[in-house]
DNA sequence: ATAATTGTCAAGTGGATACTTAAGTAGTTT
DNA sequence: AAACTACTTAAGTATCCACTTGACAATTAT
């Protein structure tokens, strides 16, 4: 099955759970089984695996199952899109600073 | 009032929505009063009102107002958290896949 | 074969939340 | 003063979503 592609919707609502985060954060120590995953979590295993779905849908994160043990590890590529958006951002506003000195607007700051 | 601090929490929440990124966007371009931020997305001022309140508690968007007109602006500083957040997953990982070459899942490992 | 481990799936629940409507406040214009 | 503009606030609704329980499947160990 073709795997979803990663927009920028999917991805910041997946990291916009705290569970989710601190998978994320598991993972950056390194390849981890599932049940390892939900150890220190104090939700159960079913839970886990569907945060896992959510972070995998958006790109976040890879599986392997082998055996009976399904392996997770970050997608090392997978938060390039929030980059981007971000940097999107800021290049609007910074450009709009440059053109402008926008004093009209505010005279408090800068 | 004393501000609330903008946690990493509270910034990735507000980002999740499609609609305060709407926001997010059209800010990006400049500020602008609370209606006429509302006129292009199809939800009542009311709605926008709300989701301004969101982004001004996760410290992502700065309002001011003067008469009876409010006028939004991004606040610069608020991805920075976000950046920050990024990064520090990125270097974790990266200085890992430096120390190991990480060949297969090795389930016991340290 | 039996049991234990590891994960999967379905269905349901409770709480959060995005949104609406409607009434109200406070500046601004005429 | 009256009308209009630009929000603001409260309350209600409906959907979403994180989480649980419980039954099941598949692999590995005894």
Redesign the pocket.
């Known amino acids: 099955m073709p795997r979803k592609k990663p927009s920028i919707d999917r991805v910041l609502?997946a990291l916009?759970?705290p569970?989710r985060r601190a998978i994320m954060e598991k993972l950056s120590q390194g390849p981890i089984?599932?049940?390892?995953l939900a150890e220190p979590l104090?939700?159960?295993?079913?839970?886990v695996?569907?945060?896992l779905q959510?972070l995998e849908e958006s790109g976040l994160v890879q599986t392997e199952?082998v055996?009976?043990?399904?392996t997770c590890r970050i997608e090392p590529g997978g938060l390039s899109v929030v980059d981007k958006w971000i940097a999107d951002r800021r290049s609007m506003w910074e450009h709009r600073l440059d053109r402008l000195g926008d004093f009209l607007a505010d005279p408090d700051e800068e």
């Open positions: 609502h916009g759970d569970s089984s599932v049940s390892r104090d939700i159960t295993l079913a839970a695996v569907q945060h959510v199952k055996g009976r043990v399904r």
